[in-house]
Nanobody, 117 residues
Framework: QVQLVESGGGLVQPGGSLRLSCVAS????????MGWYRQAPGKERELVAR???????NYADSVKGRFTVSRDAPKNTIFLRMNSLKSEDTAVYYC???????????WGQGTQVTVSS
């Protein structure tokens, strides 16, 4: 069973930055893509950023220009760099890894990001 372990969440002031990390229990090239979702209270889970096996990235419109997804393949790790954070970025952030032949992704346990003064 694949395990994804996130870290790096916390409390930050508006305009601040955080970097989230997600370590996978196997090579990140095992997956067609990996990414980050978030879920705010009372809202549905939404895609924030995704990186494909080949390194192509896509972002939610609300985070374009502020967030960057990257990876360190030898360390089986993906990152989400979040700059210019806003209160509306407050959510639980989940790392996800896609599985071939199914839409049933692997998920991490989530890490809380709170943007508040």
């Amino acid at each position: 069973q694949v395990q994804l372990v996130e870290s790096g969440g916390g409390l930050v002031q508006p305009g601040g930055s955080l970097r989230l990390s997600c370590v996978a229990s196997e090579s990140i090239f095992s997956f067609p893509g990996m990414g980050w979702y978030r879920q705010a209270p009372g809202k549905e889970r939404e895609l924030v950023a995704r990186m494909s096996f080949g390194g192509m990235t896509n972002y939610a419109d609300s985070v374009k220009g502020r967030f960057t997804v990257s990876r360190d393949a030898p360390k089986n790790t993906i990152f989400l760099r979040m700059n210019s954070l806003k209160s509306e970025d407050t959510a639980v952030y989940y790392c996800t890894a896609e599985r071939r032949g199914t839409t049933d992704n692997y998920w991490g346990q989530g890490t809380q990001v709170t943007v508040s003064s």
